[in-house]
């Protein structure tokens, strides 16, 4: 009787969920609407403080999140150690923004020091790797502000990297970083140098650096901690005790063969790096989960420019008139990728989450200026809360450390 009684309420169970609709989203036209990038960056940029930018009249189709229970503070999300959020200021930087958060958290757990690094030293040397590049393939590689977060373990291994009291990138007066004069005379340099077909590289990178020491200083030779002086490398290896080389990029799309070890075809990628981790989705979402909940960060590159990306209330998710959860995988991943409905624009620092209905949402570290629009007097200021689902169908790639990937490199053919 017992056992009947058991089977009945599972099959009412059964019957009740079956009667229960499922989620259906809806969405809204928003106008738009200045937010940080306007109000603080530009304000706080010389060249924009007397020109008052064009108002916009377009709208955007964005998810309507009225009455839906997101999560709307950081509490009670299970949180690691992070430096707090800083802006990547008028800059295409946000791989070494995020990727130098990342590996800051990294070396607090590792060896329990608080230090705040430079992400203009990497940028800097980024930079000239980049003019190198350009000269080597006269004229036929990238020269952008972009790149991917493993080009900062390569500058690390090559140059080192310096605290942010060091260099900081900012000249006297300056409130945010702006790149965007620097960029312009760098590129049209080089457009030059290739018209006239005049490669030389020592001449090359003596002008590119010429150019960026006018804009961000030159970068330091040494740097001194605890009354020594240490190298850009010394410190990385002998005061941070930093391996770049335990960090492993992960990668999950059709395009290339699973379980190999392959080349992540975007133009950030601008030197052809051939280490990225390819990976079925369900095990690359294992990965990330089973990293976040196990005391690790994670840092993340994909798209958010999303109808379910939504600046203002700090939340991304995936609604239901783009694709129901049920049917985001493999194909659904690679058939927005294939045909450029999801890019790779913006890397992001994973430094929480917290599991709500069954569902798991990701706290997530941003140099970008959306996810400051709350106000500097928020508490999520500099933040965002990523639905699982998110992840899932629009970030691309992350990086992880080598202890969160163990179980799967046996599994690689090359």
Known sequence: MKKLSIILLVLLFAAVQAQTPPRHDKATFKEYKAGYYQNSILKGIEEFDKKEEAPKTSRNFKIDFTGMDIPTSIEPFTKYWHNDPVSQGNTGTCWCFSNTSFFESEIFRLTQQKIKLSEIYTVYWEYVEKAKRYVTERGNSTFEEGSEGNAVTHIW?????????????????????????????????????KASNAWNEELVISTIQSIMNSYLGAPPKQVTVGGKNYSPIDYLNQVLKFKPEDYIDVLSIMQQPFWNKVEYEVGDNWWHNKNYYNIPLDDY??????????????????????????????????PTFDIPSAYIDDYARQFRFSNKTTTDDHGLHIVGYMVKDGVTWFLVKDSGAGSRNVGKGAKTFGYYFFHEDYVKLKMMDCMVHKDAFKEYIGKFKN
């Open 157 to 193: 291994k090559k140059y080192g990297v310096v605290p942010l009291e060091s260099y900081s990138g900012l000249l006297a007066g300056q409130t945010f970083h702006n790149h965007a004069k620097m960029y312009e005379e760098m590129s049209e340099y080089l457009k030059s140098v």
């Open 285 to 318: 979402m294992k990965v990330i989960k089973n990293a976040i909940k196990n005391g690790l960060t994670i840092c993340v590159g994909g798209d958010v420019s999303e109808a379910g990306f939504e600046s203002f209330a700090q939340t991304a998710m995936i």
